[in-house]
């Protein structure tokens, strides 16, 4: 049988790995993580190193590779990384004790954790200033809800929601995992696809509600869970997944979570997945983070407060009261002469959640119990100097957390030294006098060394061998060390000296009494560890026994942070507070691009600041169409105003001279035609689709800019979408929005319907060049200066002259035969797309002319393209 042939670690390697076929197996072998077989295969690869062999299994070699465990987490990195999950497999004996039961015995092994991208709580691991989140997502009958939480900072969060807001949710939170249950997960596959992320599938089981309450009730030890709210099935079954999905991961060593928050979509200002790519809120359209509106406003001095940021910018609220909290708090900062040194006392407060969580799954050191230490210490020094009255209510909150652990401090300031190891193992992170016991056997085994280097003087005079040294290693523990040549006078003492072993040049001996000493100050330093360990593991206790206050400790100083921070940027940029009311008003004076800016400020390039004015009145809408050359700035005017929407509402000033923000519920965002071929959509129908869901979800608060829509079609069917679009969101809809296109026959709508009106961006024409002003006028755009735009980017002169005349003969053709004005006349309101009328040109066509009104530039390949632009200089000639 080819059992037989299977050795006995080889059949515990498989019966373990059997139980985490999805994910590598780290097998622990001494000082290395083993894989085998297909792990080895894919792991090698994907860590580019060597790929060995092992031994057979079934009369084929067994392909391995390995890591030396010290340099695991490194390697860990990059396979999770690369979207790999690894079981940590490790020896759950030493082989002496294997040894015990038998000789052929196999160390006892077993994986201790399952390390996915979403439960990761290693410093190097995560970055500490963004959130890792794992999320769940539970479905009961028709209701919905989403569960997320991060374990390195204990968050726990649970949100009913409809079907439709589940792109929107995931998109916000930017989970690193999410879980689903089979069925759930096709069901919003591409929901899931669109977003990048694959689900961790669970059984059905795992999403159980009625059990999902008795594991969150003994989670959070407590009898029912009636008071931390009223949760939905739904709500139960994504919290309980969550859990369930922790235990497995963590082998039941639960990580430190607070009680579940419940968050109500409409209490926050709603942003979809395309707006959030769109604005580039926390990532760039480039990916990562430079670039995105984060980077640029983010001047938080500790990992907590860019964390508390982040979700800031991801969620902005729809709560006045809550904004004009934050506002009012903001304000103190620009305001309050201390801010600077407060600063500075932050800057060396550590990350005390992090530290927590670590320690809550025993995964931490002496170094997490410093942070907690340094933590408290500072959070007294601020709270000493937030005194007094005058403080705005949320910061005298805040300040409120900091304090009243003042034993904690004491405690763990008495018992640990300055600045303590990484691991326990290592010891020597008590401070002396903490305990006599440990004083003691450190004195003990200190002692001890001394009394040995004296025991080498008296050996040497002893035996006349003056290079006699005594050395210390693992496998002899202390022993004498002479050269071959004097070993001889040693081996005349044979009484005394007794002999160990013989090297190349060395011979080794040891007596009764170095034999004696040696089990003494390995005695005592044993014991010197032991009682470092248990003083650890009570110091570890007092302050998990303190984690909720800690935690709302930690809260208070990101939040001070955030507020000094947000005042030092207004400070810095000259930003202004907004008055956000519950108004339809929306009115910028002076407004600013913040990402833009600070890019121009870089090549020492003024930005233009700009107004905007979308006050609605009563329940109308309130639309400006946006007409302008290619290049103008467009694109950045009908950012910036989303921009500082959102901004106010997360409770910031803004960047602008003054600005009037009534409460906006929705901020959509579009731009025509970009490609999306990885999601294999042709970029038209990603433009409509996206249309689409803007004209059946947004309210009378939404603020909607909309780029170009419909210029990713042929040029009356795109007029007609962008015509028919308009006139929705006007009178069905009714926004406040902005509108940028290029087609100016939209402009004459600015008569016709109610609320909307015209802007361009000015431009000077100077010797048939363009000069781009950036100044948003009220108005309309008289013609596109695309061709000049197009010389700009160095388009061949011949191409440019020819565009000219074909351009003159269009526009020719297009008065005489049928103004815009007389063409929109003609067209009544909603039913644009039915009657778009004739193409014009001038009566007598030319071939080339001909030619060209054959052409639909949209339906081209770019080698069609080119083609075309050939036959046309053929014809010409
Ligand atoms: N207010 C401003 N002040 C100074 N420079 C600006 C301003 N707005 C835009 N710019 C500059 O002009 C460039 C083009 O801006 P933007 O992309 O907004 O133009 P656009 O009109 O949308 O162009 P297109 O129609 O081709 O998309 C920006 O990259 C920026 O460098």
């Known amino acids: 049988m080819e059992e037989a042939s299977v050795t006995p670690m080889m059949a515990q390697y498989l019966e373990i790995k059997q139980g985490y076929p999805d994910a590598l197996l780290f097998y622990r072998m001494g000082d290395f993580y083993e894989m085998f077989f297909d792990d080895a295969v894919a792991a090698s690869a994907a860590l580019d190193i060597a790929l060995t062999k092992r031994g057979k299994h079934a009369g084929d070699d067994i392909p391995m590779c390995g890591v030396p465990v010290h340099a695991a987490e490194g390697y860990l990195l990059t396979l999770i990384r690369k979207g790999f999950r690894v079981a940590v497999g490790e020896q759950l004996e030493s082989p002496q004790e294997a040894k015990k039961r038998g000789s052929k015995s196999v160390v006892k092994r077993d994986v201790v954790r399952l390390v996915t991208p979403g439960t990761l709580t290693e410093e190097?691991?995560?970055?500490?200033?963004?959130?890792?989140?794992?999320?769940?997502?539970?479905?009961?009958?028709?209701?919905?809800?989403?569960?997320?939480?991060?374990?390195?900072?204990?968050?726990?969060?649970?949100?009913?929601?409809?079907?439709?807001?589940?792109?929107?949710?995931?998109?916000?939170?930017?989970?690193?995992?999410?879980?689903?249950?089979?069925?759930?997960?096709?069901?919003?596959?591409?929901?899931?696809?669109?977003?990048?992320?694959?689900?961790?599938?669970?059984?059905?089981?795992?999403?159980?509600?009625?059990?999902?309450?008795?594991r969150l009730a003994s989670l959070f030890k407590v009898q029912s869970l009636a008071g931390f709210g009223t949760f939905e099935r739904a709500e139960l079954s994504a919290m309980g997944a969550l859990v369930d999905y922790l235990d497995i991961t963590q082998k039941g060593r639960l990580p430190i979570l607070r009680p579940p928050r419940q968050e109500q979509v409409s209490r926050i200002l709603q942003i979809d997945a395309a707006t959030r790519r769109n604005l580039e809120l926390t990532e760039s359209l480039q990916g990562g983070r430079a670039g995105s509106l984060l980077s640029v406003i983010d001047m938080t001095v500790t990992s907590a407060g860019a964390r508390l940021l982040e979700r800031r910018v991801a969620s902005p609220s729809r709560d006045l009261e809550v904004i004009n909290e934050r506002l009012e708090a903001v304000n103190w900062g620009v305001e309050g002469p201390i801010a600077g040194n407060l600063r500075?006392?932050?800057?060396?407060?550590?990350?005390?959640?992090?530290?927590?969580?670590?320690?809550?799954?025993?995964?931490?050191?002496?170094?997490?119990?410093?942070?907690?230490?340094?933590?408290?210490?500072?959070?007294?020094?601020?709270?000493?100097?937030?005194?007094?009255?005058?403080?705005?209510?949320?910061?005298?909150?805040?300040?409120?957390?900091?304090?009243?652990?003042?034993?904690?401090?004491?405690?763990?300031?008495?018992?640990?030294?300055?600045?303590?190891?990484?691991?326990?193992?290592?010891?020597?992170?008590?401070?002396?006098?903490?305990?006599?016991?440990?004083?003691?056997?450190?004195?003990?085994?200190?002692?001890?060394?001394?009394?040995?280097?004296?025991?080498?003087?008296?050996?040497?005079?002893?035996?006349g061998v003056s290079s006699l040294k005594i050395k210390h290693n693992n496998v002899l523990g202390y022993f004498i060390e002479t050269t071959a040549l004097h070993a001889e006078k040693m081996f005349a003492l044979s009484e005394r000296f007794i002999h160990r072993q013989t090297t190349a040049n060395q011979v080794r001996f040891t007596t009764v009494e170095l034999s004696d000493m040696e089990r003494r100050i390995l005695n005592a330093g044993n014991e010197a560890l032991e009682i470092e360990r248990r003083i650890y593991e009570e110091l570890r206790q007092a302050v998990l026994s303190a984690a909720p206050v800690l935690s709302e400790l930690a809260l208070g100083l990101a939040e001070i942070d955030l507020s000094l921070a947000l005042a030092e940027l207004a400070r810095q940029r000259d930003w202004c507070r907004p008055k956000v009311d519950n108004s339809r008003a929306f009115g910028i004076t002076g407004g600013r691009h913040p990402v833009v800016e600070a890019a121009l400020a870089a090549s020492g390039t003024p930005f233009i600041a700009n107004d905007c004015d979308l006050s609605a009145e009563g329940q109308a809408a309130a639309v400006t169409l946006l007409t302008g050359p290619n290049m103008a700035g467009k694109s950045t005017y009908l950012r910036q105003n989303a921009l500082i929407a959102l901004l106010a509402q997360m409770g910031s000033y803004v960047p602008a001279q003054t600005a009037h923000v009534g409460l906006v519920s929705q901020i959509f965002s579009r731009v025509g035609a970009s490609d999306d071929l990885a999601r294999g959509r042709s970029t038209f129908m990603v433009e409509m689709v996206e249309t689409a869901a803007i004209l059946n979800q947004a309210d009378d608060r939404a603020l909607v800019i909309l780029d170009e829509i419909g210029r990713g079609t042929a040029t009356y069917d795109g007029l007609s979408i962008a015509w028919a679009t308009l006139e929705h969101l006007q009178a069905v809809n009714r926004v406040r929005g902005l509108f940028a296109t290029h087609y100016h026959e939209l402009t004459t709508l600015a008569g016709k319907l109610d609320g909307v009106s015209n802007a361009t961006v000015a431009v000077k024409e100077w010797d048939n060049e363009v000069i781009f002003l950036h100044e948003v006028h009220a108005g309309a755009a008289d013609r596109s200066y695309g061709v000049q735009v197009a010389q700009l980017a160095g388009l061949p002169a011949p191409v440019i002259t020819r565009a000219r005349a074909v351009l003159d003969a269009l526009e020719k053709g297009e008065r005489e035969r049928a103004t815009p004005k007389a063409l929109i006349d003609d067209l009544p309101l909603f039913s644009a797309a039915a009657r778009a009328p004739e193409p014009v040109v001038s009566q007598e066509t030319s071939a080339v002319e001909e030619k060209l009104r054959e052409i639909l530039p949209d339906n081209l390949s770019p080698r069609d393209a080119l083609q075309a632009l050939y036959d046309l200089k053929d014809l010409l000639d």
């Open 124 to 214: 190097s691991l995560l970055e500490a200033r963004r959130h890792n989140y794992l999320a769940a997502l539970g479905q009961v009958r028709d209701n919905w809800a989403l569960a997320w939480a991060d374990i390195s900072t204990g968050a726990f969060h649970v949100m009913p929601l409809g079907r439709a807001r589940i792109g929107a949710e995931l998109a916000r939170l930017g989970p690193s995992e999410v879980l689903a249950s089979d069925g759930v997960a096709e069901t919003l596959r591409e929901v899931l696809t669109d977003l990048g992320l694959d689900p961790t599938t669970l059984g059905a089981a795992s999403f159980d509600s009625s059990a999902a309450e008795a």
């Open 344 to 463: 500075d006392a932050l800057k060396s407060v550590p990350d005390v959640d992090r530290a927590l969580s670590r320690l809550g799954l025993d995964r931490g050191g002496p170094r997490d119990l410093a942070a907690v230490r340094t933590a408290l210490a500072q959070a007294g020094l601020i709270a000493d100097r937030l005194t007094g009255e005058g403080l705005p209510d949320l910061i005298t909150r805040s300040v409120a957390a900091l304090t009243g652990q003042e034993d904690l401090l004491g405690l763990l300031d008495a018992a640990l030294v300055a600045e303590p190891g990484l691991r326990v193992s290592d010891g020597g992170f008590v401070a002396t006098g903490h305990d006599p016991a440990l004083d003691e056997a450190r004195t003990l085994r200190d002692e001890g060394r001394g009394v040995i280097a004296r025991m080498q003087g008296e050996y040497a005079q002893e035996t």
